[in-house]
């Protein structure tokens, strides 16, 4: 890190971002540092980190849209990681699964010394792992996080037509581009289980933009293929995942 630690705020409630605003500024003294930036979005957050990058971000968790626990999986693609406090008004008991893992918090209305410390700490503290922020969040993601160019790029998830593993990546195919995820299709299928159906060992396909299926031309892998809305390609069904077509035709995906 910087000598001057840089420090980004993250908080839907303008009430909520002015008084951390304020706290910082009352502990500057005392833990020399430079903010940044603020956000009240997760999305406006990866957008301005990109060009305004932060040794340590403090984020709100319950957030419209994008939660913080979500933002912070995201900002583990920036290219300068920050380490993250996240602030919350959870009870003491929801807590404690952040100090099993080591993550730090500050407990809402947050006090001046207990803000101190964390800015303190946060000149330690690594960026914490997509596993661990990933246990802590059970609902699954919103967005699809892609490194582009040298930015971050928000995909979000309902946005989304298919998943393919192809070598050591998962292509990602919306209507109007492709991109390439870092993450494993059987880690993929456990998160968006209820969103995606996996028609081939190495393909999911959005439930929601599945128009049905039609006979190949063979008997090999494209016996069937999956028809999918908004893509001129079709997909093949395996043999394995054959009941799909027959579960479509019954009851409808």
Not at 29 to 46: C, D, F, K, R, W
Request: net charge negative.
């Amino acid at each position: 890190m910087t000598a001057l630690l840089r420090v980004f705020l993250v908080d839907d409630e303008p009430p909520a971002l002015s008084r951390l605003q304020d706290l910082l500024a009352d502990c500057r003294a005392s833990i020399p540092h430079e903010l940044v930036g603020t956000a009240q979005t997760g999305t406006e957050a990866i957008e301005k980190l990109v060009l305004h990058p932060a040794d340590l971000v403090l984020t709100d968790i319950n957030m419209p849209g994008m939660n913080g626990l979500e933002l912070a999986r995201h900002l583990g693609r920036l290219h300068h990681r920050p380490a993250v406090v996240f602030c919350t008004a959870f009870d003491e008991f929801a807590v404690q699964a952040f100090e099993v893992h080591a993550l730090d918090y500050l407990l809402k209305p947050i006090r001046l010394e207990r803000l101190e410390a964390a800015l303190q700490r946060a000149k330690e503290m690594a960026h914490p792992s997509p596993e661990v922020l990933g246990g802590l969040s059970p609902a699954p993601r919103r967005y699809f996080s892609v490194s582009e160019r040298g930015r971050v790029r928000l995909v979000p998830v309902d946005s989304v037509l298919f998943l393919k593993a192809e070598l050591k990546y998962v292509t990602l195919k919306t209507a109007e581009a492709e991109f390439l995820l870092e993450e494993s299709l059987t880690q993929l299928e456990a998160e968006f289980g209820e969103r995606f159906l996996r028609i081939h060992r190495n393909c999911l396909v959005a439930r929601d933009k599945l128009n049905g299926f039609e006979r190949g031309h063979d008997e090999g892998d494209g016996h069937w293929l999956a028809m999918i809305e908004g893509c001129h390609d079709k997909l093949p069904v395996s043999r394995r995942q054959a009941h799909v077509v027959r579960e479509f035709r019954r009851n409808g995906v």
